[in-house]
Protein backbone atom coordinates (compact mmCIF):
# COMPACT_ATOMS: atom_id res chain seq x y z
CA UNK A 1 0.00 0.00 0.00
CA UNK A 2 1.15 3.59 -0.61
CA UNK A 3 0.19 6.39 1.43
CA UNK A 4 -2.18 8.22 -0.60
CA UNK A 5 -3.79 10.76 1.69
CA UNK A 6 -3.06 12.60 5.11
CA UNK A 7 -5.23 14.24 7.12
CA UNK A 8 -4.58 16.50 10.07
CA UNK A 9 -8.00 16.31 12.65
CA UNK A 10 -9.03 18.85 14.43
CA UNK A 11 -12.04 16.66 15.85
CA UNK A 12 -12.80 13.76 17.59
CA UNK A 13 -16.07 13.50 15.49
CA UNK A 14 -13.09 13.96 12.31
CA UNK A 15 -11.26 11.02 13.25
CA UNK A 16 -13.65 8.92 14.25
CA UNK A 17 -15.48 9.70 10.54
CA UNK A 18 -12.44 8.45 8.96
CA UNK A 19 -11.61 5.58 10.48
CA UNK A 20 -15.52 4.33 10.17
CA UNK A 21 -15.30 4.96 6.27
CA UNK A 22 -11.51 3.83 5.68
CA UNK A 23 -11.36 0.73 7.84
CA UNK A 24 -7.96 -1.04 8.40
CA UNK A 25 -6.76 1.26 5.14
CA UNK A 26 -6.12 4.24 8.13
CA UNK A 27 -4.05 4.47 10.95
CA UNK A 28 -3.64 6.86 13.80
CA UNK A 29 -0.33 8.64 14.50
CA UNK A 30 -0.07 10.69 17.20
CA UNK A 31 3.44 11.61 18.63
CA UNK A 32 4.55 9.93 15.68
CA UNK A 33 7.89 8.56 17.51
CA UNK A 34 7.29 5.29 16.85
CA UNK A 35 5.39 5.39 13.83
CA UNK A 36 7.01 7.70 11.53
CA UNK A 37 10.39 4.70 12.01
CA UNK A 38 8.02 2.00 11.54
CA UNK A 39 6.79 3.83 7.96
CA UNK A 40 10.01 4.58 6.94
CA UNK A 41 10.83 0.47 7.05
CA UNK A 42 7.70 -0.60 5.37
CA UNK A 43 6.81 -2.18 8.71
CA UNK A 44 3.34 -0.68 8.68
CA UNK A 45 1.75 0.59 5.34
CA UNK A 46 -1.43 2.37 5.56
CA UNK A 47 -3.27 4.25 2.82
CA UNK A 48 -4.21 7.02 4.82
CA UNK A 49 -2.72 8.61 7.91
CA UNK A 50 -5.01 10.59 10.41
CA UNK A 51 -2.93 12.80 12.82
CA UNK A 52 -4.53 12.84 16.57
CA UNK A 53 -1.77 15.26 17.91
CA UNK A 54 -3.98 18.26 17.62
CA UNK A 55 -7.13 16.88 18.57
CA UNK A 56 -7.81 18.87 21.61
CA UNK A 57 -10.71 16.36 22.60
CA UNK A 58 -7.64 13.72 23.14
CA UNK A 59 -5.36 15.74 25.08
CA UNK A 60 -6.48 16.43 29.15
CA UNK A 61 -5.49 15.35 32.06
CA UNK A 62 -8.66 15.83 34.59
CA UNK A 63 -10.55 14.56 37.74
CA UNK A 64 -14.00 12.91 36.54
CA UNK A 65 -16.08 11.49 39.90
CA UNK A 66 -14.15 9.16 41.67
CA UNK A 67 -11.28 9.06 38.67
CA UNK A 68 -8.41 10.53 37.24
CA UNK A 69 -8.57 10.19 33.26
CA UNK A 70 -5.72 10.93 30.82
CA UNK A 71 -6.97 11.47 27.40
CA UNK A 72 -4.93 9.18 24.67
CA UNK A 73 -2.94 12.05 22.98
CA UNK A 74 -1.72 13.87 26.28
CA UNK A 75 2.42 14.28 25.87
CA UNK A 76 4.29 12.39 28.61
CA UNK A 77 5.34 16.04 29.60
CA UNK A 78 2.08 16.72 30.35
CA UNK A 79 2.21 13.99 32.66
CA UNK A 80 5.14 14.52 34.39
CA UNK A 81 4.31 17.86 34.98
CA UNK A 82 0.62 17.58 35.77
CA UNK A 83 -0.86 18.81 39.21
CA UNK A 84 -3.69 17.03 38.86
CA UNK A 85 -2.26 13.32 39.46
CA UNK A 86 -1.34 13.74 43.03
CA UNK A 87 1.83 13.12 45.79
CA UNK A 88 1.21 9.48 46.38
CA UNK A 89 0.22 8.52 42.41
CA UNK A 90 3.79 10.57 41.63
CA UNK A 91 5.37 7.05 40.33
CA UNK A 92 3.40 7.49 37.25
CA UNK A 93 4.72 10.82 36.69
CA UNK A 94 8.47 9.42 37.62
CA UNK A 95 7.76 6.90 34.52
CA UNK A 96 6.58 9.57 32.02
CA UNK A 97 9.25 11.38 33.31
CA UNK A 98 11.86 8.81 32.33
CA UNK A 99 10.95 8.18 28.64
CA UNK A 100 13.55 9.37 26.42
CA UNK A 101 14.63 12.81 25.89
CA UNK A 102 13.26 15.89 26.57
CA UNK A 103 12.36 15.77 22.80
CA UNK A 104 10.75 12.58 22.69
CA UNK A 105 8.69 13.38 25.97
CA UNK A 106 7.38 16.70 24.26
CA UNK A 107 5.86 14.67 21.20
CA UNK A 108 5.11 10.66 22.14
CA UNK A 109 1.87 10.41 23.93
CA UNK A 110 0.81 7.99 26.48
CA UNK A 111 -1.80 6.09 24.11
CA UNK A 112 0.89 5.52 21.31
CA UNK A 113 3.00 4.01 24.28
CA UNK A 114 -0.30 1.92 25.02
CA UNK A 115 -1.08 1.07 21.51
CA UNK A 116 2.13 0.31 19.95
CA UNK A 117 2.09 -2.57 22.55
CA UNK A 118 5.95 -2.61 22.92
CA UNK A 119 7.32 -4.53 25.84
CA UNK A 120 9.28 -1.82 27.41
CA UNK A 121 6.12 1.23 27.36
CA UNK A 122 7.58 2.91 30.26
CA UNK A 123 3.97 4.47 31.72
CA UNK A 124 1.78 1.36 31.08
CA UNK A 125 3.32 -0.29 34.05
CA UNK A 126 2.81 2.05 36.02
CA UNK A 127 -0.91 2.27 34.31
CA UNK A 128 -1.11 -1.58 35.08
CA UNK A 129 -0.24 -1.18 38.63
CA UNK A 130 -3.29 1.31 39.35
CA UNK A 131 -5.72 -0.85 37.74
CA UNK A 132 -6.42 1.63 34.73
CA UNK A 133 -8.88 1.15 32.26
CA UNK A 134 -9.06 1.71 28.31
CA UNK A 135 -11.46 4.00 27.24
CA UNK A 136 -12.34 3.01 23.50
CA UNK A 137 -14.39 5.06 21.18
CA UNK A 138 -15.54 4.91 17.59
CA UNK A 139 -18.25 6.54 15.52
CA UNK A 140 -20.46 3.21 16.78
CA UNK A 141 -19.60 4.18 20.48
CA UNK A 142 -17.54 3.84 23.65
CA UNK A 143 -16.60 0.66 25.62
CA UNK A 144 -14.26 0.34 28.33
CA UNK A 145 -12.02 -2.16 29.54
CA UNK A 146 -9.17 -3.58 31.35
CA UNK A 147 -5.84 -1.76 29.97
CA UNK A 148 -4.67 -5.34 30.91
CA UNK A 149 -6.97 -6.70 28.79
CA UNK A 150 -5.86 -4.72 25.64
CA UNK A 151 -2.53 -6.73 24.95
CA UNK A 152 -2.90 -9.87 22.20
CA UNK A 153 0.37 -10.32 21.95
CA UNK A 154 3.67 -7.92 21.37
CA UNK A 155 2.70 -5.01 18.86
CA UNK A 156 -0.45 -5.80 18.88
CA UNK A 157 -3.82 -4.27 20.69
CA UNK A 158 -7.72 -5.63 21.00
CA UNK A 159 -8.76 -2.85 18.99
CA UNK A 160 -11.30 -2.71 16.16
CA UNK A 161 -10.05 -0.49 12.45
CA UNK A 162 -12.94 1.74 13.46
CA UNK A 163 -11.96 2.27 16.75
CA UNK A 164 -9.37 4.58 18.48
CA UNK A 165 -8.27 4.75 22.24
CA UNK A 166 -10.36 7.85 24.02
CA UNK A 167 -8.56 7.55 27.20
CA UNK A 168 -7.53 5.99 30.27
CA UNK A 169 -9.03 6.53 33.66
CA UNK A 170 -7.95 5.31 37.30
CA UNK A 171 -8.97 5.78 40.76
CA UNK A 172 -7.93 8.68 42.47
CA UNK A 173 -5.58 8.19 45.45
CA UNK A 174 -7.37 6.81 48.95
CA UNK A 175 -5.52 7.89 52.05
CA UNK A 176 -2.92 4.57 52.43
CA UNK A 177 -1.95 4.24 48.77
CA UNK A 178 1.12 4.90 47.18
CA UNK A 179 2.64 4.06 43.54
CA UNK A 180 6.70 3.64 42.93
CA UNK A 181 8.18 3.24 39.72
CA UNK A 182 12.17 1.99 39.06
CA UNK A 183 13.42 1.77 35.31
CA UNK A 184 16.36 0.00 34.97
CA UNK A 185 18.25 1.46 31.83
CA UNK A 186 21.34 0.78 30.18
CA UNK A 187 21.97 5.12 29.42
CA UNK A 188 20.31 7.84 31.59
CA UNK A 189 18.52 8.97 28.13
CA UNK A 190 17.31 6.99 25.26
CA UNK A 191 17.63 3.82 26.76
CA UNK A 192 14.55 1.75 25.34
CA UNK A 193 14.08 0.10 29.55
CA UNK A 194 15.54 -3.29 30.20
CA UNK A 195 13.36 -3.37 33.30
CA UNK A 196 10.65 -1.22 34.72
CA UNK A 197 8.70 -1.97 37.24
CA UNK A 198 5.53 0.06 38.90
CA UNK A 199 4.07 -0.98 42.04
CA UNK A 200 0.76 -0.29 44.06
CA UNK A 201 0.31 -0.56 47.38
CA UNK A 202 -2.30 0.12 50.33
CA UNK A 203 -1.31 0.34 53.85
CA UNK A 204 -3.77 -1.38 56.35
CA UNK A 205 -3.94 -1.33 59.97
CA UNK A 206 -0.87 -2.73 62.03
CA UNK A 207 1.24 -2.38 58.51
CA UNK A 208 -0.14 -4.45 56.87
CA UNK A 209 0.03 -4.83 53.59
CA UNK A 210 -3.81 -4.29 52.72
CA UNK A 211 -3.68 -4.80 48.58
CA UNK A 212 -0.46 -4.56 46.24
CA UNK A 213 -0.58 -4.16 42.50
CA UNK A 214 2.55 -5.00 40.06
CA UNK A 215 3.15 -3.79 36.54
CA UNK A 216 6.27 -5.07 34.70
CA UNK A 217 8.01 -3.64 31.71
CA UNK A 218 10.17 -5.69 29.60
CA UNK A 219 9.92 -8.65 31.48
CA UNK A 220 7.20 -10.78 28.91
CA UNK A 221 6.01 -9.90 25.60
CA UNK A 222 3.74 -7.22 26.82
CA UNK A 223 3.70 -5.08 29.93
CA UNK A 224 2.19 -7.53 32.22
CA UNK A 225 0.37 -7.88 35.93
CA UNK A 226 2.57 -9.90 38.25
CA UNK A 227 -0.03 -11.82 40.12
CA UNK A 228 2.42 -14.47 41.64
CA UNK A 229 4.47 -12.02 43.09
CA UNK A 230 1.11 -10.08 44.08
CA UNK A 231 -0.42 -13.12 45.64
CA UNK A 232 2.48 -14.03 47.56
CA UNK A 233 2.43 -10.37 49.73
CA UNK A 234 -0.84 -9.56 49.62
CA UNK A 235 -1.81 -9.46 53.33
CA UNK A 236 1.25 -9.83 55.03
CA UNK A 237 2.88 -7.44 57.50
CA UNK A 238 5.40 -5.07 55.73
CA UNK A 239 8.95 -6.07 56.83
CA UNK A 240 12.37 -7.09 55.95
CA UNK A 241 11.90 -10.23 55.71
CA UNK A 242 8.59 -10.27 53.65
CA UNK A 243 10.32 -7.53 51.07
CA UNK A 244 13.29 -10.51 50.88
CA UNK A 245 11.42 -13.18 50.32
CA UNK A 246 8.91 -11.71 47.23
CA UNK A 247 11.80 -10.68 45.74
CA UNK A 248 13.43 -14.16 45.86
CA UNK A 249 9.65 -15.40 44.42
CA UNK A 250 9.82 -12.50 41.66
CA UNK A 251 13.48 -13.82 40.56
CA UNK A 252 12.07 -17.53 40.98
CA UNK A 253 8.90 -16.31 38.42
CA UNK A 254 11.17 -14.91 36.09
CA UNK A 255 13.85 -17.80 35.74
CA UNK A 256 10.89 -19.60 34.45
CA UNK A 257 9.13 -16.82 32.12
CA UNK A 258 13.06 -16.54 30.74
CA UNK A 259 14.47 -19.99 30.56
CA UNK A 260 14.25 -19.87 26.90
CA UNK A 261 15.25 -16.27 26.31
CA UNK A 262 19.75 -15.33 25.06
CA UNK A 263 21.96 -15.77 27.92
CA UNK A 264 22.63 -12.21 29.23
CA UNK A 265 17.93 -11.75 29.77
CA UNK A 266 17.79 -15.26 31.57
CA UNK A 267 20.67 -14.57 33.83
CA UNK A 268 20.29 -11.28 33.82
CA UNK A 269 16.71 -10.54 34.82
CA UNK A 270 15.72 -12.63 37.50
CA UNK A 271 18.77 -11.24 39.33
CA UNK A 272 18.30 -7.60 38.63
CA UNK A 273 14.25 -7.70 39.36
CA UNK A 274 15.42 -8.23 42.93
CA UNK A 275 16.95 -5.10 43.54
CA UNK A 276 14.05 -3.18 41.19
CA UNK A 277 11.55 -4.28 43.10
CA UNK A 278 12.58 -3.93 46.74
CA UNK A 279 12.90 -0.38 45.67
CA UNK A 280 9.58 0.54 44.12
CA UNK A 281 8.28 -1.68 46.84
CA UNK A 282 9.71 0.85 49.71
CA UNK A 283 9.14 3.81 47.22
CA UNK A 284 5.86 3.13 47.03
CA UNK A 285 5.52 2.19 50.65
CA UNK A 286 6.76 5.41 51.62
CA UNK A 287 4.36 7.33 49.48
CA UNK A 288 1.43 5.48 51.39
CA UNK A 289 2.38 7.65 54.91
CA UNK B 1 0.76 16.79 -2.34
CA UNK B 2 -1.23 18.51 0.00
CA UNK B 3 -1.02 22.11 0.92
CA UNK B 4 0.12 23.26 4.40
CA UNK B 5 1.10 26.49 5.74
CA UNK B 6 3.29 26.70 8.67
CA UNK B 7 5.48 29.33 10.12
CA UNK B 8 9.27 28.90 10.03
CA UNK B 9 11.42 31.72 12.11
CA UNK B 10 8.70 34.09 11.99
CA UNK B 11 7.51 33.65 8.58
CA UNK B 12 4.47 32.26 7.00
CA UNK B 13 5.17 29.28 4.35
CA UNK B 14 2.51 28.03 2.26
CA UNK B 15 3.99 25.06 0.63
CA UNK B 16 2.89 21.67 -0.94
CA UNK B 17 4.27 18.72 0.93
CA UNK B 18 3.95 14.89 -0.44
CA UNK B 19 2.27 12.37 2.02
CA UNK B 20 5.38 10.62 3.40
CA UNK B 21 7.73 13.33 3.59
CA UNK B 22 8.91 14.45 7.02
CA UNK B 23 9.24 17.97 8.96
CA UNK B 24 12.82 17.30 8.33
CA UNK B 25 12.36 17.12 4.73
CA UNK B 26 10.70 19.78 4.42
CA UNK B 27 12.51 21.73 6.34
CA UNK B 28 16.23 21.17 4.51
CA UNK B 29 15.34 20.13 1.13
CA UNK B 30 12.30 22.32 0.59
CA UNK B 31 12.09 25.27 2.24
CA UNK B 32 16.45 25.45 2.22
CA UNK B 33 16.54 25.46 6.35
CA UNK B 34 19.80 22.90 6.08
CA UNK B 35 21.40 24.09 9.84
CA UNK B 36 18.45 21.03 10.35
CA UNK B 37 20.66 18.46 10.40
CA UNK B 38 20.04 14.75 9.67
CA UNK B 39 21.70 11.75 11.57
CA UNK B 40 19.94 8.88 13.14
CA UNK B 41 16.74 9.25 11.12
CA UNK B 42 15.85 7.75 14.71
CA UNK B 43 14.93 10.19 17.60
CA UNK B 44 18.19 9.12 19.04
CA UNK B 45 20.44 11.94 18.06
CA UNK B 46 18.93 14.63 18.71
CA UNK B 47 21.07 16.42 15.58
CA UNK B 48 17.15 17.53 13.26
CA UNK B 49 15.72 19.18 16.40
CA UNK B 50 13.71 22.30 15.74
CA UNK B 51 11.74 24.36 18.15
CA UNK B 52 7.68 23.82 17.50
CA UNK B 53 5.29 26.06 19.01
CA UNK B 54 7.90 26.71 21.90
CA UNK B 55 9.10 22.76 22.35
CA UNK B 56 11.98 20.82 21.63
CA UNK B 57 11.10 18.50 19.27
CA UNK B 58 13.03 16.21 16.63
CA UNK B 59 11.80 16.57 12.94
CA UNK B 60 12.67 13.06 11.50
CA UNK B 61 10.49 11.90 13.68
CA UNK B 62 7.03 14.35 12.52
CA UNK B 63 5.46 14.01 9.15
CA UNK B 64 4.98 17.23 7.71
CA UNK B 65 1.66 17.21 7.09
CA UNK B 66 1.38 17.14 11.46
CA UNK B 67 3.27 20.49 11.18
CA UNK B 68 0.26 22.62 9.26
CA UNK B 69 -0.31 25.65 11.35
CA UNK B 70 2.54 25.37 13.75
CA UNK B 71 5.43 27.79 14.66
CA UNK B 72 8.76 26.21 14.46
CA UNK B 73 12.27 27.74 14.91
CA UNK B 74 15.44 26.59 13.01
CA UNK B 75 19.18 27.58 13.86
CA UNK B 76 18.42 30.38 11.27
CA UNK B 77 15.67 32.58 13.07
CA UNK B 78 18.20 32.99 15.78
CA UNK B 79 20.40 35.45 14.79
CA UNK B 80 19.10 39.23 14.20
CA UNK B 81 18.79 40.43 10.77
CA UNK B 82 22.22 42.76 11.32
CA UNK B 83 23.85 39.43 11.69
CA UNK B 84 24.65 39.52 15.08
CA UNK B 85 24.48 36.15 17.16
CA UNK B 86 22.15 35.14 20.33
CA UNK B 87 23.46 34.95 23.18
CA UNK B 88 23.58 31.70 23.67
CA UNK B 89 25.36 30.78 19.94
CA UNK B 90 27.52 33.92 21.23
CA UNK B 91 28.58 31.53 24.45
CA UNK B 92 28.90 28.67 22.54
CA UNK B 93 31.96 30.59 20.36
CA UNK B 94 33.20 32.00 23.68
CA UNK B 95 33.47 28.91 25.24
CA UNK B 96 34.34 26.61 22.86
CA UNK B 97 31.38 24.35 22.82
CA UNK B 98 31.88 23.84 18.78
CA UNK B 99 34.21 21.18 16.82
CA UNK B 100 32.97 19.64 14.09
CA UNK B 101 29.63 21.60 14.59
CA UNK B 102 27.40 19.35 13.35
CA UNK B 103 25.56 18.71 16.58
CA UNK B 104 25.55 22.61 17.15
CA UNK B 105 22.57 23.75 15.78
CA UNK B 106 20.09 21.68 17.69
CA UNK B 107 22.55 21.78 20.66
CA UNK B 108 22.01 25.13 20.46
CA UNK B 109 18.04 25.07 20.34
CA UNK B 110 17.99 22.70 22.84
CA UNK B 111 19.45 25.41 24.93
CA UNK B 112 16.96 28.35 24.11
CA UNK B 113 13.97 25.75 24.81
CA UNK B 114 15.62 25.21 28.37
CA UNK B 115 16.65 28.64 29.24
CA UNK B 116 13.34 30.51 27.56
CA UNK B 117 11.75 28.23 30.46
CA UNK B 118 13.90 27.91 32.90
CA UNK B 119 16.29 31.17 33.10
CA UNK B 120 18.83 29.95 36.08
CA UNK B 121 19.44 26.29 35.39
CA UNK B 122 21.74 23.65 37.56
CA UNK B 123 24.17 22.02 36.13
CA UNK B 124 22.11 18.94 36.20
CA UNK B 125 18.88 20.70 34.61
CA UNK B 126 21.64 21.58 31.59
CA UNK B 127 22.49 18.41 31.42
CA UNK B 128 18.87 17.45 31.60
CA UNK B 129 17.91 19.84 28.79
CA UNK B 130 20.41 18.20 26.48
CA UNK B 131 20.11 14.57 27.24
CA UNK B 132 18.25 13.98 23.83
CA UNK B 133 21.61 15.66 21.71
CA UNK B 134 24.55 13.98 21.24
CA UNK B 135 27.68 15.00 20.73
CA UNK B 136 30.90 12.91 19.39
CA UNK B 137 33.26 15.74 19.90
CA UNK B 138 33.02 18.15 22.75
CA UNK B 139 32.46 15.79 25.71
CA UNK B 140 30.01 18.02 26.51
CA UNK B 141 31.55 19.99 29.17
CA UNK B 142 31.97 23.04 27.36
CA UNK B 143 28.24 22.76 25.83
CA UNK B 144 27.35 22.68 29.32
CA UNK B 145 29.79 25.59 30.75
CA UNK B 146 28.10 27.50 27.28
CA UNK B 147 24.70 27.14 28.67
CA UNK B 148 25.23 28.85 32.06
CA UNK B 149 27.36 31.50 30.42
CA UNK B 150 24.23 31.85 27.70
CA UNK B 151 21.90 32.12 30.69
CA UNK B 152 24.09 34.82 32.57
CA UNK B 153 24.18 36.84 29.15
CA UNK B 154 19.73 36.49 28.90
CA UNK B 155 19.58 37.10 32.25
CA UNK B 156 21.36 40.67 31.77
CA UNK B 157 19.13 41.41 29.49
CA UNK B 158 21.09 39.94 26.12
CA UNK B 159 24.86 41.00 24.81
C1 LIG C 1 14.66 7.84 20.68
C2 LIG C 1 13.47 7.22 21.30
C3 LIG C 1 13.47 6.91 22.66
C4 LIG C 1 12.36 6.30 23.24
N1 LIG C 1 12.41 6.02 24.57
C5 LIG C 1 11.34 5.44 25.16
C6 LIG C 1 11.35 5.14 26.55
O1 LIG C 1 12.33 5.41 27.27
N2 LIG C 1 10.25 4.54 27.10
C7 LIG C 1 9.14 4.26 26.35
O2 LIG C 1 8.19 3.75 26.89
N3 LIG C 1 9.10 4.53 25.03
C8 LIG C 1 10.17 5.10 24.42
N4 LIG C 1 10.14 5.36 23.07
C9 LIG C 1 8.98 4.92 22.28
C10 LIG C 1 7.86 5.94 22.03
O3 LIG C 1 8.31 7.26 22.23
C11 LIG C 1 6.64 5.70 22.92
O4 LIG C 1 6.17 4.40 22.73
C12 LIG C 1 5.52 6.71 22.66
O5 LIG C 1 4.59 6.62 23.71
C13 LIG C 1 4.76 6.51 21.37
O6 LIG C 1 3.73 7.49 21.32
P1 LIG C 1 3.44 8.32 20.00
O7 LIG C 1 2.35 9.26 20.32
O8 LIG C 1 4.69 8.88 19.47
O9 LIG C 1 2.91 7.15 19.08
P2 LIG C 1 2.87 7.03 17.48
O10 LIG C 1 4.20 6.72 16.98
O11 LIG C 1 2.14 8.18 16.90
O12 LIG C 1 1.93 5.74 17.38
C14 LIG C 1 2.34 4.47 17.85
C15 LIG C 1 1.28 3.43 17.53
O13 LIG C 1 0.10 3.63 18.30
C16 LIG C 1 -1.03 3.88 17.48
N5 LIG C 1 -1.81 4.88 18.18
C17 LIG C 1 -1.36 6.05 18.70
N6 LIG C 1 -2.35 6.68 19.39
C18 LIG C 1 -3.44 5.90 19.27
C19 LIG C 1 -4.79 6.01 19.76
N7 LIG C 1 -5.18 7.05 20.53
N8 LIG C 1 -5.67 5.03 19.46
C20 LIG C 1 -5.27 3.97 18.70
N9 LIG C 1 -4.02 3.81 18.23
C21 LIG C 1 -3.11 4.77 18.51
C22 LIG C 1 -0.47 4.29 16.14
O14 LIG C 1 -1.35 3.98 15.09
C23 LIG C 1 0.81 3.48 16.08
O15 LIG C 1 0.53 2.17 15.68
C24 LIG C 1 11.23 5.99 22.46
C25 LIG C 1 11.22 6.32 21.10
C26 LIG C 1 12.31 6.93 20.51
C27 LIG C 1 12.28 7.26 19.06
S1 LIG D 1 18.13 12.65 12.92
FE1 LIG D 1 16.45 13.06 14.16
S2 LIG D 1 17.17 12.48 16.09
FE2 LIG D 1 18.79 11.83 14.83
S1 LIG E 1 30.88 19.34 17.88
FE1 LIG E 1 31.07 17.58 16.66
S2 LIG E 1 29.27 16.48 17.21
FE2 LIG E 1 29.28 18.06 18.63
Redesign the interface.
Known amino acids: ME??????ARTLEEVLDVLDEKGEKAKV?A???DL??Q??EGKVNPEV?V?I??VAELCFIKETGDFIEIGAATRF?NIKESPVIGKPFKGLQEAAGHV?????R??GTVGGNICNASPAADTVPALLALDAVAVIKSKQGTREMPLEDIYIDRGKVKLEPQEILYAVKFLKPQPGQGLGFVKLGLR???AISTISLAVFVERGENEVIKNIRIGSGALSRFPVREREVEDFVKGKKMDNTVIEEAAEVFGQVLEKRLATRPPVEKDFKPYAIKGVFKEALNKAWQRTK | M?K?SLTVNGKLYQVEVE??M?LLDLLRDKLGFTGVKEGC????C?AC?VIMDG????S????A??A??KEIITIEGLQKEDGTLHPIQQAFLEEGAVQCGFCTPAMVL?AK?LLDKNPHPTDEEIK??I???LCRCTGYAKIVSSVKKAAEYLNKGGK
Open positions: LKEVIKIGGTVILRLDSDVGSPQINLKAL | KIEDRSEGEGSKLVTCLIMFQEGAAEGSGN
